[in-house]
């Protein structure tokens, strides 16, 4: 049995958001998998109730406090200990669930990567990343998108690392093709952090390096599968794109490529490179957000990352 945690009080429309989203998410799930809810047992079995949703399908794990977005993430963790976060991670901890979603505080989520489940030994820095919608209708992986904003090159080596063993895990690439996010595609281009990290990138048998990429090529699937850069640059672009897509709802322009920069399809971006599957939702995440990212929870687990990194990093 997968069991997939989510965090029932975490976003800006929680719970009865997170609900609706995970009633959603249930019907399409696999047999074997099962949602756990965290959060106020009452709230949740009154909105299940006003749903007619059927009794039984969900677990329900009851706490009686909520970390707050304006919270301080570390003390908060440290003092909420009846949270829905905490309690939901130190399920993950003892392995009473196989992984952790939330639309919650994302400070309070990466405390509770650090403090309990930890880094993979071997890991520098782990990492944020999103996959990008391409033009012909697959899918780019970026990272790092905004955990670490200044990042030495051994740290985007094992981005490379990282992000190739994601693709052939999670996306069935065979052999991603990973690159190194620059200002040109010759090898001299860049500033120091992206000059040194080309040259630990060039010739490496970790992974499949095709050298440098433009930010034009974003958005086609010809040359990368895997686009590594410091999160200060990936937030930049993940933020842009979102921006994008709404002004062109704003216009209302209908356009197939343009649907797919819509945050609410891909759910939450995973946190990789620590010993178990945890999935940061945005804050303003819609119950079809949700239902995204305990889809896309349920995937990550399924496909385990996590054990193979581990795998790759001893």
């Known amino acids: ?85 905490v309690v939901g991670f130190n399920h993950l901890l003892e392995g009473k669930i196989d992984g952790f979603a939330s639309a919650g505080s994302t400070g309070a989520m990466m405390v509770g990567c650090m403090y309990t489940v930890k880094q993979i030994e071997g890991v520098i820095r782990p990492t944020i990343s999103a ?13 790092d998108v905004g955990l670490n904003v200044d990042c030495k090159p051994d740290v985007l080596y094992q981005y490379g690392i990282i992000g190739s063993t994601y693709a052939k895990s999670v996306m069935g690439k065979a052999n991603p093709r990973v690159a190194l996010l620059n200002i040109g595609e010759e090898k001299e281009k860049g500033n120091q952090q992206t000059k040194a990290t080309y040259e630990l990138m060039d010739n490496s048998t970790d992974f499949n390096f095709v050298g440098n990429i433009e930010a034009k090529h974003l958005f086609d699937s010809s040359v990368a599968d895997v686009i590594v850069c410091d999160g200060f640059v990936g937030n930049t672009i993940l933020k842009m794109s979102e921006g994008i897509f709404e002004m062109t709802r704003q216009q209302g322009l209908k356009n197939t490529y343009f649907e797919n920069l819509n945050y609410e399809k ?4 995973p946190v990789l490179g620590i010993n178990s599957t945890v999935i940061i939702g945005h804050g303003c995440s819609s119950a079809t957000a ?8 349920e995937k990550t687990i399924k496909a385990g990352v996590a054990a193979k990194l581990r795998e790759i990093f001893s």
């Open 131 to 143: 996959l990008f919608p391409t033009i012909d209708g697959s899918e780019a992986l970026l990272l």
């Open 266 to 269: 891909v759910g939450g971006t």
């Open 1 to 85: 049995m997968t069991r997939i945690g989510i965090d029932a009080m975490g976003g800006d429309f929680a719970p009865r958001t997170v609900v609706l989203g995970a009633i959603s998410a249930s019907r399409k799930l696999a047999q074997d998998s099962r949602i756990v809810l965290f959060g106020d047992k009452s709230r949740i079995e009154e909105i299940l109730a006003e749903e007619n949703c059927p009794d039984g399908t969900f677990d329900i794990v009851h706490t009686s406090e909520v970390i707050e977005m304006g919270d301080n993430p570390t003390q908060a963790f440290s003092k909420k200990t009846d949270s829905s976060i």
């Open 290 to 297: 949700i239902e995204n990212m305990v889809l896309q929870t």
